[in-house]
């Protein structure tokens, strides 16, 4: 079974904070994804990432970065969070390159900005 | 510009009988399509999919219709069961682009 892991399930930070989501994925998959979901706007993109040391802005990336040094590895930055980056966020993996892939998601990290 | 839409947030249907979750999208280049369902407190998990050259597509209880010149695909669960209760999303994906395009959700709840 693919397995997503996210580092933390809670998180609280205050504002101005640098914030760092870690996600694991165990597949060997080429592709990984960042979402935030949030009530009544589903789940956005922010980035996502085909290879290592590669990324693509996804719909919604202003306020976050990333990081992909190793395959299995896609860290999401915020570098001074703010109250409206308060969010679920989802994590996701994919085998190849291709949209066709269904995408295997970890069980997400509820972020809390104060 | 939200190019894929789930129209209804809602939907509650009787144990047993047919849910049928829609969706629309704009973007012609999509030519994948996917369904996820979502429980509290878990990341989404696959569900069925469908590529543009089809207009159908089953797997037991689950059938997912498109209708490419409407720009719209529905899922069919039938018969519902109360543990089929979930948020449903619709995602679409250009094939070419690596990544897939989610619409809003449909919470189903199916009652006993």
């Known amino acids: 079974d693919v397995k997503v892991t996210q580092s933390s399930r809670y998180l609280v930070k205050r504002t101005g904070e640098k914030v760092f989501l870690e996600c694991v994925q165990d597949?060997?998959?080429?592709?990984m994804f960042w979402y935030r979901q949030d009530p009544g706007l589903g789940l956005r993109l922010i980035y996502f990432?085909?290879?290592?040391?590669?990324?693509e802005k996804g719909d919604i990336p202003e306020g976050y970065s990333v990081s992909r040094e190793k395959k299995e590895r896609f860290s999401l930055i915020l570098e001074s969070a703010s109250t409206n980056q308060t969010s679920m966020y989802l994590c996701?993996?994919?085998?190849?390159?291709?949209?066709?892939?269904?995408?295997?998601f970890g069980p997400g990290t509820r972020l809390t900005v104060l | 510009d939200q190019q894929v839409k789930q129209n209804s947030p809602s939907l509650s249907v009787q144990e047993g009988r047919i849910s049928i979750l829609n969706c629309d999208y704009t973007?012609?280049?999509?030519?994948?399509f996917l369904w996820y369902k979502k429980y509290p407190a878990e990341g989404p998990t696959f569900l069925i999919s469908?590529?543009?050259?089809?207009d159908k597509n089953e797997d037991g209880r689950f059938t997912v219709f498109l209708n490419k010149s409407a720009k719209h695909l529905s899922l069919h669960i039938v018969p519902s069961q109360p543990g089929d209760s979930a948020v449903y999303f619709c995602?679409?994906?250009?094939?070419?682009?690596?990544?897939?395009?989610f619409g809003d959700g449909t919470t189903l709840t199916v009652k006993p």
């Open positions: 973007n012609s280049m999509f030519d994948y």
């Open positions: 990432s085909y290879d290592v040391k590669m990324k």
């Open positions: 996701a993996s994919s085998l190849g390159t291709s949209g066709r892939n269904e995408q295997f």
């Open positions: 597949m060997d998959h080429e592709n």
């Open positions: 469908i590529s543009s050259i089809k």
């Open positions: 995602a679409a994906s250009d094939t070419n682009a690596g990544k897939s395009t």
